[in-house]
């Protein structure tokens, strides 16, 4: 924390280290993006056709399941409609 310029912001906790971690399984895979298999759900993606894998992760004492998507253009029809796509509202959020 900080004053005007000089202001900094640090977040902390299991779901930064998480998501930390899944940045760099994506590195190691070569993936745009890997992501856990409990952030699909929420986001009710169908994700048929993907690789899912389970792997162990430093600083979890659980499994994680994960999908890996080679390429983040994948997922853009696979978004449900009520989420806005690439900065626009879908047709069926339009008034």
Do not use: F, H
């Amino acid at each position: 924390m900080g004053y005007g310029p000089a202001t900094n912001l640090t977040a902390v906790g299991d779901t930064l280290n998480t998501a930390s971690r899944l940045e760099g399984v994506a590195k190691d895979l070569d993936a745009e993006l890997v992501i856990s298999d409990d952030v699909a759900r929420l986001a009710a993606l169908d994700l048929t056709g993907m690789e899912r894998k389970t792997l162990t992760m430093r600083g979890r004492s659980e499994m994680i399941a994960i999908w890996i998507v080679p390429s983040a253009g994948e997922l853009a029809p696979r978004i449900p409609g009520e989420i806005a796509v690439s900065g626009r509202k879908s047709p069926s959020l339009e008034s």
